[in-house]
């Protein structure tokens, strides 16, 4: 298996959830099944469907479920369904992922073998497995419980469409841990480190003694904490949503992990620094171990190279790039993505779907003689080499800078007109391929449904509620990609304050310049990826095209809408700004 020492976040795991008649995939069958991709952090596909077992359901299932016996007679066949489901699993480097993996799999193995199709050798991942070698020892590892802890929310629970999203979205949250905590960068570390059997671990009673009392004092507020040898150096940074549980997970007397049992005989002193909000924290552990530079933070001690695409400024027909650095070179920017493969595989589905050329090199001529390439003749490229189109060449990137953001669904709304047609016309293999391509335009680019990825366009205040004790809010506001202010606002602010601000970031007169650093590019991936895990979190104000006074507006709008759990919006709104 050649792929077996890829990046963890250059592979396609297909996270697959089934439904079934029963708990025996011999004498039982597949009600439903769902596969969904992710690949570096990203859904970029799913395929989702009913299947008829030929079989009566029981009625326990159908109350869990909601699928009866009508629905599963209606459905597909599992000849027409595996065929499907074996092509999304034969993907170059693929791995299947379930929650309790040997369940899922023994049931599509066996739904191949009985529809006399041949079954594929796969890598397989557990969820189950890493939840109960990465989190705490007293938390719950079913689904429900994993997503309740990372914020996930699952809609339709025990559908095997929903519980196949909420479990991609947990395997990526496990994949973090693992990366940071473990030391863990391939999927052949992964997949071994699955099966690594949890010992018991022992805490220095000497070690013990300096930091008991911290312990009980640590505070459930999110920040970072800091681990200390005894001469008092820092050998560990950390963030927590909540200190106190965070901390404390580590001394439970359970490991799988050789590092963090060195870690834990080293450690003889606690300290720790409180913020607002976990944003705050994964920003500030970022900048303290790249300062620090901790013996036991084997990851982050240096900033990450990160992609980007670029569309270049000094062309008349340019072309798509892949770059690894802003330059001021005038071009614009979309990114940071996590990895240059991923970075492809967008350039990749843009070629296919948008009608740039695609030669590297070109020499514009007016002789409409000239043999025109298979490419125009696909209407997969406007021909500049054959003749002039520069306006619509400019209008074919405006609508490749539109799905690049995500912002403008042009596009989505030619392919569902396209798509209705052939359905019309009783077309339907058509309609099913135009179906296909619109799933991967929509879920390819989901983690933009809230920041756009063009670096010059990236300008927008976040905010997020911080405290409902204190009635407190904290505040980013993002200009061109760069965190150009933080704050935290909360009781008797005043709004001119708010307003200062806002004036003093967006409308100061300062243009586009690509004068970017390490830190400014990491800072902003992890505001993206972190916007990207709680998008049902936090509200945001894009500044496109707006007046300086329509964006105070909305920024009032939205303080007073703001919800923190006992739903107090009225309250807070009068408490804190005045």
Known sequence: MGSIAKSIWDIPFVVCDVETTGSNPIANSITEISCVTTIAGEINSEFSSLVNPHQTIPH?????????????????EAAEIMPQVKSILSQPDAVFVAHNVGFD???????????????????????????????????KANVGALAKYFNIAINNRHRAYADAIATAKILNELLLIAENEHNINNIEELLKFQNVATKQFKIPAKNYKQYADSLKDLPSEPGVYYFHDKKGSVIYVGKAKSLKERVNSYFTGISSSKKITKLLKNVFKISWECTDTELSALLLESKEIKRIKPKFNTL????????????????????LKITDRIEPDGAEYFGPFNSEYFAQEIIYIINKRFQLRKCSKINVRTNTEKKQCIYYDLKMCLSPCSKEVKQSYSDELDKVRSFLCSFNNGIIELYEKKMQEYSEKLEFEKADSIKNQLFQLKKLFSRQQKVPTSINQNNFILIIPSSEQYKTVEIFFIRFGKLVHQATFGRKAPVEQLFSIIKNSFFNGTAFESNYTKED?????IILSWTYRQQNYGNFIYLSDKSEEQIQKELLSVLRNISFEQNEQEEFFNQCYV
Not at 308 to 317: A, D, E, L, M, V
Not at 521 to 525: A, D, M, N, P, V
């Open 300 to 319: 982050d001690k240096a900033y990450k190279s990160y992609s980007f695409i670029k569309i270049p400024k000094n062309s008349n027909y340019p072309i």
């Open 521 to 525: 590019i990491e800072e902003l991936k």
């Open 60 to 76: 326990y299932i159908v109350q869990m479920t909601g699928i009866t016996d009508q629905m599963a007679f209606l459905a597909p």
């Open 105 to 139: 799999w023994s049931f599509v193995y066996n739904s191949m073998i009985k529809t006399n199709i041949e079954a594929i050798e796969i890598p397989k991942l557990c969820t189950l497995k890493l939840a109960r070698r990465l989190l705490p020892q007293n938390k």
